[in-house]
């Protein structure tokens, strides 16, 4: 099984970012009607969510939050010498949107920076892949950037996912500790359900994929370049599979539920949130919230939750945390790690653009 241990690499600064335009779930009630609304907000906890301008993507949210670190740490532009972008939502489909982000944040040449493509499992799977090449390497810093403009693959008359998803990002900074510092994780993936959360054009096997909307099985209407879930799948994959991966977790590193100062899960909805308590034998409050404000954002859904909660806590004070992601693909991973509370910064908004970034025109390539 994937399961990794690393010593002397430590969390030391998390940074979230939002776009500032509010979406409320009450505005949806002249299009799904008040009684469907009410029954979403109570069954999803979802109350508003944070959607992008046309041009804003999610490494505009990524680079907020970078930049943020960077700023508020004092963190030398040289010294980082990793950049992971995990996102589904790129800026293009080629080159990597962490070269962009690389070029944007001001980064030297001895940096390596590339994309993985994941979603729920972003924070877990990208913790992974950039401690392996700083314990394998002479990497003292990296930034793991997790973000999603989920609100851009709906389609507005979809009500089993318009009202849910929301914008996000998120910026970590890794380094290389002489602390006795443990980061632990767990990967794991089940291919067979890659349907149950799809959006079937857009990439090369469609190329030419109709974009007219459709009626599908569920009643909904969307086009093959619009994210579908199949609610149920999921719902039957993440009460089953995701609390026995976190028990297997919990007997490969000897600890318990209570060991944990925080459990930052990904913000699915408020239903599979009190699921995951019962099922664990944690209370709530254990378990924060944040989906009723931001809504599922995917990607960076961990760190935003852990911003939410801890960003305007200054005290110098170490907690455990024992992270979970899990959806899209289908992908999951839990892992845990000690970070200082002060490291911690508040969620930031920003409307900001890279309008170089916007081509439309041969024309544009003059900019």
């Avoid at 009500?159 to 990967?187: H, P, Q, R």
């Avoid at 039957?236 to 919990?250: G, N, Y």
């Avoid at 845990?336 to 916007?358: Q, Y």
């Amino acid at each position: 099984m994937p399961f990794f241990k690393f010593d002397n690499i430590k969390i030391s600064a998390v940074s979230a970012a939002v776009p500032t335009e509010v979406v409320t779930v009450d505005s949806f009630a002249d299009r799904f009607g008040e009684e469907y609304v009410a029954k979403f907000q109570e069954s999803t906890g979802v109350r508003e969510f944070r959607r992008t301008m046309e041009h804003q993507t999610a490494s505009d949210l990524c680079f907020a939050a970078a930049e943020n670190i960077i700023k508020k740490k004092n963190v030398p532009r040289e010294g980082i010498g990793l950049l992971i972008f995990v996102a589904h939502s790129t800026d293009y489909r080629r080159p990597a949107t962490a070269c962009v982000l690389h070029k944007r944040l001001g980064l030297n040449k001895d940096c390596a920076a590339f994309d993985i493509a994941l979603g729920c499992s972003a924070f877990v799977y990208g913790l992974q892949t950039a401690c392996s090449m700083m314990a394998s390497s002479n990497i003292g810093k990296a930034l793991l950037l997790v973000g999603e403009t989920l609100t851009k693959m709906v389609n507005p008359m979809d009500k089993s996912v318009t009202m849910l998803f929301g914008d996000g990002g998120a910026a970590i900074l890794l380094e290389k500790t002489a602390e006795a510092s443990n980061i632990y994780g767990l990967l794991k993936t089940d291919g067979s359900g890659y349907r149950a959360i799809i959006a079937p054009a857009g990439g090369f096997r469609n190329l030419n994929a109709p974009t007219e909307p459709m009626t599908w099985g569920d009643g909904n209407v969307r086009t093959l370049y619009n994210t579908t879930m199949q609610g149920e799948d999921v719902f039957a994959f993440t009460i089953s599979a995701v609390p026995k991966t976190i028990k297997e977790f919990l007997s490969l590193t000897g600890t318990g539920v209570n060991d944990y100062d925080c459990l930052a899960f990904h913000q699915a909805n408020q239903f599979i949130h009190r699921m995951m308590c019962r099922k664990l034998k944690v209370d709530t409050s254990r378990m924060p919230l944040c989906l009723d404000r931001f809504g599922n954002t995917s990607a960076p859904a961990i760190p935003m939750v852990m911003c939410d909660t801890f960003g305007d806590d200054d005290d110098d004070k170490e907690l455990n945390f024992l992270m979970c992601g899990f959806g899209v693909g289908l992908s999951w991973g839990v892992c845990s790690a000690r970070i200082n509370v002060s490291d911690i910064l508040p969620i930031i908004e920003t409307d900001e653009i890279f309008e170089e970034g916007i081509i439309n025109s041969p024309e544009d390539f003059n900019k």
